[in-house]
């Protein structure tokens, strides 16, 4: 192994070379024997080593245990810490306790973080009160926040006023907006609505706009027309 050929020639691996081992280890079983070869060599892991262990876990419990050893060893975590345990959360619920610890830590969330409580919401009441809370705390949604939370709208009507706060906040929408309007689309005939405000927009439509399209049709002459359009 390289880190074999560095020791051989007596070059004395540093925090990099063994925060990068832990990155490429295939797995968190071999992720995890690093921590103790750093410590043998006299480098105690930090943040990102801790960090990346997170990553690296299998699974939300794995990653709960790293960030207690990480606090346990005096080291602080950060946002990617935090931001990263909240995506390992297995549901809604584990994310809003991870994003309390974050907020006791005094560690202000960002983008990914409000995002990623967004994706993880159990329903479209509880993605619309992250949006309220990303909004409180002065960070902008994206272009993925509203994307995401149309694909969480319980219905057409919710999904179109998604849209309208999107454009009234100047994100233009994009391709998966659209597709994912047409997927909400109550009918064959809204879903055409959305597709002709789609080609005005200048975005043009792919192969999952016309599959979600034919989906919709409402017999086989439109869906033929849908095919013909592709």
């Known amino acids: 192994t390289v880190l074999a050929q560095m020791q051989a020639a007596r070059i004395p691996p540093d925090i990099f070379t063994f925060n990068t081992l832990v990155n490429k280890a295939k797995d968190y079983e071999s992720a995890r024997t690093v921590p103790a070869e750093m410590q043998a060599a ?4 930090n943040v990102v080593t801790f960090s990346t262990l997170v990553n ?3 699974d939300h419990e794995s990653a ?3 960030l207690e050893e990480m606090q346990a060893a005096g080291i602080p975590p950060n946002v990617v810490t935090f931001n990263t345990l909240i995506a390992k959360a297995k ?3 584990a994310t809003r306790t991870v994003l309390e610890k974050m907020q006791a830590a005094r560690i202000p969330p960002d983008i990914f973080t409000f995002n990623t409580l967004i994706a993880k919401a159990k329903d479209y009441e509880s993605a619309r009160t992250v949006l309220e809370e990303m909004q409180a705390a002065r960070i902008p949604p994206d272009i993925f926040t509203f994307n995401t939370l149309i694909a969480k709208a319980k219905d057409y009507e919710s ?3 998604v849209l309208a706060q999107m454009q009234a906040a100047g994100i233009p929408p994009d391709v998966f907006t659209f ?3 047409i997927d909400k689309a109550k009918d064959y005939e809204s879903a055409r609505t959305v597709l002709a405000e789609m080609q005005a927009a200048g975005i043009p439509p792919d192969v999952v706009t016309f599959n979600t399209l034919i989906a919709k049709a409402k017999d086989y002459e439109s869906a033929r027309t ?3 359009q592709m």
């Open 42 to 45: 006299g480098i105690p892991p």
């Open 56 to 58: 690296k876990a299998k």
């Open 64 to 66: 709960r245990t790293v």
């Open 91 to 93: 549901d809604y619920e």
């Open 159 to 161: 999904a179109r006023t």
């Open 179 to 181: 597709s994912t309007l």
């Open 226 to 228: 849908v095919l013909a």
